[in-house]
């Protein structure tokens, strides 16, 4: 369709920071980095983020996305994914021959090693967050006699501890900040004693992304956020949006899902992107907007953001020969699969 002109009071307000975080960055790269290192494939188990674009395109350059360890064949390379996984993970990858390259993120590693410090004081760990998610399922992983769910605020009643005066709350790292203090609060009240983790788990990505939309969602008619559904990151800033007063917010993955009918009576429309959203994405809703008179856009800047981490040790390792060594040094064939090169 043509362009339509810039409409006076039509404008855009596009969040600041938005779209990748540190750990997701990391974990593309290094996926798009072992494959220039070591060919194709390389195995991820489960999606590397949690993006579709993203797993399309690393599909595209020959990963290949995988729900079990097993399910990988012996002498390959498997890369866990930013969400983390639990103990177990790494020993079956070991039993199946495999070289392992975790791109976990390391705010994530971060719970982990704090969930291992309270389990090993003999503690009751209280881990906040969304069952049957990735994340959860890696740390609770770590600890499984010492950790127990909660659910959000609703959860507190039913939860039972072994010592009040030893009790600990740790939580996925892409949650609610607000639901989650909530739910701490809950449970503070039902336990006095309880001791929080000595950093806030829920990452600095979340919360500044959350805190943007929080500042342009009290002026949005409309919020497009944009962000896969099984992203819990992306779905928290549609709730964020909701809570802080815009009339309506809705998730899409790309630009051809907006429906025309949301712009009815709107003269501001909030953008923004999950954690684990490459910017060429936003960049197409903008332009979308722009097709409808939507060109005007205002940037609501919460935080700077300069926080980098390094790729994966492992990346610096022959990992194929150190596959095939595994394979050769426990027996059993390989996996008759070309390595890419």
Request: glycine share 8%.
């Amino acid at each position: 369709m043509g362009r339509m002109s810039a409409s006076p009071g039509r404008r855009v307000l596009l969040a600041a920071p938005r779209g990748y975080c540190a750990g997701v960055d990391r974990a593309v790269i290094a996926v798009e980095k072992a494959l220039e290192q070591y060919g194709a494939p390389v195995y991820v188990r489960h999606e590397i983020v949690h993006n579709k674009y993203v797993v399309q395109t690393l599909e595209k350059k020959g990963a290949i996305f995988v729900e079990q360890t097993e399910e990988v064949p012996p002498g390959n390379i498997v890369m866990f994914s930013a969400h983390g996984v639990a103990p177990v993970v790494h020993e079956e990858a070991e039993r199946g021959k495999l070289a392992t390259i975790d791109a976990t993120c390391p705010l994530v590693t971060k719970v982990h090693k704090e969930a291992v410090r309270f389990a090993n004081d003999d503690y009751d760990i209280l881990l906040i967050g969304h069952e049957g998610h990735e994340e959860v399922i890696g740390t609770s992983g770590e600890a499984p006699d010492h950790i127990q769910l909660v659910d959000g605020p609703g959860d507190v009643e039913k939860v039972e501890v072994r010592d009040p005066s030893k009790v600990v709350w740790l939580s996925q790292t892409t949650l609610s900040v607000d639901e989650t203090m909530e739910t701490v609060d809950a449970l503070k009240e039902k336990f006095p004693q309880l001791i929080s983790p000595p950093s806030d788990d829920i990452c600095y990505a979340t919360q500044n992304r959350q805190l943007a939309v929080k500042q342009m969602g009290a002026e949005s008619d409309l919020v497009i956020v944009v962000g896969s559904r099984n992203s819990s990151n992306s779905k928290r800033l549609v709730e964020v949006a909701k809570i802080a007063g815009a009339r309506a917010a809705y998730l899409v993955d790309f630009a051809d899902e907006i429906d025309e009918a949301w712009l009815e009576g709107v003269s501001t429309v909030g953008v923004t992107s999950g954690a684990s959203v490459p910017e060429v994405l936003v960049e197409q809703v903008l332009e979308w907007l722009a097709q409808r008179g939507f060109e005007d856009v205002e940037i609501v800047k919460a935080a700077e953001e300069s926080i980098t981490f390094s790729l994966p040790k492992e990346l610096r390792r022959d990992l194929r020969e150190e596959a095939a060594a595994l394979v050769a040094e426990r027996g059993g064939a390989g996996t008759g699969e070309d390595s890419g090169e």
